[in-house]
């Protein structure tokens, strides 16, 4: 799939904007705090419908106004979609198709993106939280059901949790409801974790090949997804549910205690390995780089694999992060299937040669200036 279009209105330090894009390459030029990454994450807004930078859509919204509206349109195999997202006081409102939608999980998944930012190599050194996340937004992306569960999960564990809560306070405690919120949270929780056992098989094995490939053999990538249930037990839902709800038995007493959930996905992990060693404490710098690079080529595949659609792939300043050999591999890997958005304040080196026929946006100051001649700068490669 590639974003034909968008149209940005009121959008962070964008009053308007109305930018057609390239299928392959698209270069967005300028110099610091113009809008390049504002206008990243506007395409990974329109597809998620939330930022990877804030967690407070009205950060979104032009300060000198209330409303902000991302709009643009994505061209799949099965036809053109059209898409828009409004921002205001009120709440953010999807539109597909120019119908609006009511829950956010029919909307999410009809345009999918990869981020690629110099964060994510917290992917491989961050915290816990840092992965799970990363698992929920891109298995989120590919499928809608464990988005659904994800936020079933969520919201019973608010309630489970003020429930574990309010019990510390009281004399008498009604463990009888408690099994049954502990009951739904745990059918919801197995769900997840059966679903992320099975996406990650899959990364895994395009992560492998692709990581193989960079250390030119020398490496080999496992994953393993580091969670209480036993290792036995991690199978079908029904039988990761009674391991949960068992598990919430066992630890009763040290939950009513604290006074929250101590299980469940919400705890769990994931751990990359490189050659048996986990490379977030034993990797080097290169092999912890190598990692975060293999798994986020690896989700292209993965989304290919899922949906039968290439995503869309927005780079923000990595490639002045990576060295030659990992430009090299990274830019061979996408060219001609990925269309790309890469975000540089000078287009130079190594990117400028591997970099064929690329479609160049200049950013200044919130105005986006298409750079018709696209040969200028010596970007281009004549074939
Ligand atoms: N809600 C907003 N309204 C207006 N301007 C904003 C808003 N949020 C951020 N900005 C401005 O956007 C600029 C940063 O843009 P950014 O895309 O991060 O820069 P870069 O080109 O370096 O990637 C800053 O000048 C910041 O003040
Ligand atoms: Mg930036």
Same mark, same amino acid.
């Given at each position: 799939m590639y974003l034909q279009e968008l149209q940005l209105q009121h959008f962070r330090n964008y009053t308007a904007a109305n930018l057609r894009f390239g299928q392959g390459i698209n270069v967005l030029l300028g110099e610091n705090a113009q809008g390049k990454t504002n206008l990243l994450e506007a395409i990974y807004v329109l597809a998620l419908t939330r930022s990877h930078r804030t967690a407070n859509d009205h950060d979104l919204v032009n300060w000198q106004t209330k409303t902000a509206k991302i709009s643009g349109r994505v061209v799949k195999a099965a036809g053109t979609v059209p898409l828009e997202l409004t921002f205001s006081r009120q709440g953010k409102r999807a539109k597909v198709n120019h119908l609006e939608q009511a829950r956010l999980s029919q909307y999410v998944g009809q345009l999918n993106v990869i981020l690629f930012a110099p964060e994510d190599l917290a992917i491989v050194k961050g915290a816990p939280t840092v992965r799970r996340r990363f698992m929920d937004m891109e298995f989120g992306q590919m499928n809608p059901r464990y988005l659904y569960n994800l936020s079933q999960y969520r919201t019973l564990l608010k309630q489970r949790n003020r429930y574990l809560k309010d019990l510390q306070h009281k004399q008498k405690k009604d463990l009888?409801?408690? +099994?049954?919120? +502990?009951?739904?949270?745990?059918?919801?929780?197995?769900?997840?974790?059966?679903?992320?056992?099975?996406?990650?098989? @899959?990364?895994? /094995?395009?992560?492998?090949?692709?990581?193989?490939?960079? +250390?030119?053999?020398?490496?080999?990538?496992?994953? /393993?997804?580091?969670?209480?249930?036993?290792?036995?037990?991690?199978?079908?839902?029904?039988?990761?549910?009674?391991?949960?709800?068992?598990?919430?038995? @066992?630890?009763?007493?040290?939950?009513?205690?604290?006074?929250?959930?101590?299980?469940?996905?919400?705890?769990?992990?994931? /751990?990359?390995?490189?050659?048996? @060693?986990n490379v977030q404490t034993f990797g080097s710098q290169g092999q912890q780089r190598t990692t975060a690079l293999s798994v986020k080529l690896a989700e292209i595949d993965l989304m290919k694999e899922e949906t039968g659609e290439y995503p869309v792939l927005l780079l923000d300043d990595v490639l002045s992060e990576l060295d030659d050999a990992r430009q090299t591999h990274l830019l061979t890997a996408i060219q001609d299937k990925v269309q790309t958005f890469i975000t540089t304040t000078s287009l130079s080196g190594i990117t400028r040669q591997l970099i064929k026929d690329p479609t160049i946006f200049q950013i200044t100051d919130g105005q986006v200036v298409a750079d018709g001649d696209k040969g200028s700068g010596g970007a281009t490669k004549e074939d």
């Open positions: 009888l409801f408690l +099994s049954v919120l +502990s009951d739904q949270l745990a059918a919801y929780g197995a769900e997840i974790i059966a679903a992320r056992l099975g996406m990650l098989k @899959k990364l895994e /094995h395009w992560a492998q090949v692709i990581h193989g490939e960079i +250390s030119q053999g020398r490496e080999e990538l496992t994953f /393993h997804y580091a969670t209480q249930v036993p290792d036995d037990q991690l199978t079908d839902p029904q039988t990761i549910c009674a391991a949960l709800t068992a598990l919430y038995q @066992k630890q009763q007493e040290k939950e009513l205690y604290q006074g929250t959930t101590l299980v469940g996905p919400h705890r769990d992990d994931l /751990h990359f390995q490189v050659n048996g @060693k």
